[in-house]
């Protein structure tokens, strides 16, 4: 199909994947309804129309993992570890990686935090996301370096070569995004990479916003863990995951104590408890009853967007980004977030300001009288939205705060299940609101800005 926005053709010939929610209408404050345009994926997107069919085909014969003796334990623990080789396949593991299935990216960056060697001295951009960001200084022992932001990829690479050079020996660890979840621009993984392991340092990426884009092959970038969420890969189901090398996680402290991280536990004459810790990385850190469900939709999603095709998921996406950049370029009140410039390569997420407007009184509007869906605030990645938007690194900024008028930027992000309506109904719903104003008022609520009841 041929998308005409300000005159400009733009050709979008890949039909989305289907996704739940598509078809959902939401009520305007203006009175009607309208389908809902789902524009927030960098925080969760749908899920998989194939996922669910996948889940739902399979919640029959739920049961529980690694310990009954029935048939459908058996077949779910069946499925549970066939579930960990997909994943191992969608993410090109070496044969000597191990997958561990955790909660979210937050939980998989926590458990490699908490397995760090004593001493680790930890290597982050203050670009990071406050979950690659934070975990760190809780380390036992760790150090961490917070480097300053890049102007440039190269910039990065020679920033971090620089500090690896200087950091005394032992072990070392840096900590990558693959794709900034506020500018949506790639960060140069593989030539970071290289410059950690020239200094004996490990690397960890961060592919919560990369995964859901773009092939990650863990050996071809040649990094040491990846993690990510399920939820940001249309599989909603509660489940993450870690995936990487075993040694740190083998020879670490079991990140919960608990059935199935042990092999035996026995209680000693002298009263004490003392347990015997299983030496697989995914065994001795999964403790408690494994989320099957939540592995399974991962498992499915990443077959699913296998068999569609990343190469050809990620033109879908930059069409649609031309659209969006295209529509942007036509009101001039608006400035794109970047680090890397406008030439960088990107995924389908894309923050801006529009001058004269408070962003969450912007992201209220859209939703409230044009039924989008978009994001508002520092993205949880504070230092960045502050250095992008010229503030101090003291200076305050709450999410979603809508007082805070010049610390807060709109987020818009895209998937697999976009359609082009949606991006064209956002740019034309902004370029109304930034022309007209907003048709209603607006009032904060419990920190969020909200429409006033009418009248
Ligand atoms: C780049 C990045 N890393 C980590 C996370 C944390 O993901 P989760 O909330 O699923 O743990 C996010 C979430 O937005 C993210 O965008």
């Known amino acids: 199909m041929t998308v005409s926005l300000a005159g400009n053709p733009v050709t979008c010939d890949l039909p989305p994947l289907p996704v739940l929610g598509r078809d959902v209408t939401v009520p305007l404050v203006?009175?009607?309804?309208v389908t809902y345009a789902a524009l927030d994926y960098a925080a969760s997107a749908p899920a998989l129309q194939r996922v669910w069919d996948d889940v739902a085909a399979y919640a029959p014969y739920y049961g529980s993992v690694h310990r009954g003796a029935g048939y459908l334990s058996q077949l779910s623990t069946e499925l549970f570890e066939q579930s960990r080789a997909t994943v191992a396949g969608f993410l090109g593991c070496r044969p000597t990686d191990e997958v561990v299935?955790?909660?979210s990216t937050t939980d998989s960056l926590n458990l490699l935090a908490a397995a760090l060697p004593e001493g680790t001295q930890v290597?982050?951009?203050?670009t990071e996301h406050h979950a690659a960001l934070l975990p760190w200084q809780r380390a036992k022992g760790a150090r961490v370096t917070c480097l300053a932001a890049p102007r440039t990829p190269e910039q990065a690479v020679a920033a971090l070569d620089v500090a690896l050079h200087g950091a005394?020996?032992?072990p070392k660890l840096v900590c990558v995004t693959g794709a900034s979840n506020v500018t949506g621009e790639l960060w140069p993984v593989r030539e970071l990479a290289a410059a950690a392991h020239r200094h004996g340092a490990r690397i960890v990426l961060d592919a919560a916003q990369l995964v859901p884009h773009r092939a990650v092959d863990i050996g071809e970038l040649d990094v040491d863990w990846v993690a990510f969420s399920g939820h940001k890969l249309?599989?909603?189901?509660?489940?993450?995951?870690l995936a990487g090398r075993p040694d740190w996680l083998r020879e670490a402290e079991p990140y919960l104590a608990g059935g199935g991280a042990t092999r035996t536990v026995v209680r000693r004459a002298d009263g004490e408890v003392e347990a015997e810790w299983q030496e697989s990385a995914a065994a001795r850190h999964e403790a408690g009853s494994p989320n099957v469900i939540g592995a399974y939709a991962i498992a499915s999603a990443c077959k699913a967007l296998t068999e569609a095709g990343l190469d050809r998921l990620g033109e879908h996406e930059a069409q649609l980004l031309t659209l969006l950049r295209d529509g942007l370029a036509e009101i001039p009140?608006?400035?794109v977030l970047s680090l890397f410039g406008a030439d960088a390569d990107r995924v389908g997420v894309l923050s801006f300001v529009v001058s004269g407007w408070n962003s969450s009184h912007l992201a209220a509007?859209?939703?409230a009288e044009h039924g989008i869906g978009v994001r508002d605030g520092l993205f949880c990645a504070h230092p960045l939205v502050k250095h992008l938007l010229g503030g101090r690194p003291e200076d305050p900024g709450a999410c979603g705060s809508p007082e805070n008028l010049s610390f807060n930027a709109v987020?818009?992000?895209f998937g697999a299940g976009t359609p082009p309506e949606h991006v064209t109904r956002f740019v034309a719903a902004l370029a109304t609101l930034v022309r007209e104003g907003a048709s209603w008022t607006y009032h904060t609520r419990n920190g969020r800005c909200v429409p006033a009841p009418s009248a």
Do not use: D
């Not at 203006?30 to 309804?33: H, N, R, S, V």
């Open 411 to 413: 987020r818009i992000s």
């Open 168 to 170: 005394p020996k032992g």
């Open 234 to 241: 249309y599989a909603p189901f509660g489940a993450g995951v």
């Open 30 to 33: 203006t009175g009607g309804e």
């Open 333 to 335: 009140q608006v400035r």
């Open 123 to 126: 290597f982050v951009f203050e």
């Open 365 to 367: 509007a859209l939703s």
């Open 101 to 103: 299935f955790t909660r």
